[in-house]
């Protein structure tokens, strides 16, 4: 099981918020049991756009993987993070199949 680790900044922690990124996070574990880790950050930022910013750090072999996403709300820019993550991860696969 791979570790999931939050950090709040400007932001009270959401319990319901944990639970949807943890269910989001864990599938893509499923799919990549090369992932020992996840930090994800979750802060408020005052732009023009959207002032909801959700960064996810993964932790595996290679290079650390990196998404951010700005959205109206946390849950639109998580799953933002988790797709882009996805894509990065299927890429790191093909480069770590051997033939």
């Known amino acids: 099981m791979s570790k999931i680790i939050f950090e709040y900044?400007?932001?009270t922690a959401s319990?319901?918020?944990e639970a949807y990124t943890t269910d989001?996070?864990?599938k893509l574990f499923e799919r990549?049991?090369?992932v020992i880790r996840a930090d994800?950050?979750?802060k408020t930022e005052n732009t023009a756009t959207a002032n909801m910013v959700a960064s996810i750090r993964l932790s595996a072999p290679g290079p650390r993987l990196f998404a951010?996403?700005?959205h109206d709300n946390f849950r639109s820019a998580v799953t933002e993070c988790v797709?882009?993550?996805q894509r990065q991860l299927a890429k790191r696969k093909e480069s770590l199949k051997t033939y």
Do not use: G
């Open 32 to 34: 990549n049991d090369f």
């Open 15 to 17: 319990d319901s918020l």
């Open 83 to 85: 797709d882009e993550l």
């Open 40 to 42: 994800v950050f979750f």
């Open 68 to 70: 951010e996403a700005a």
């Open 9 to 11: 900044h400007d932001v």
């Open 24 to 26: 989001r996070l864990n």
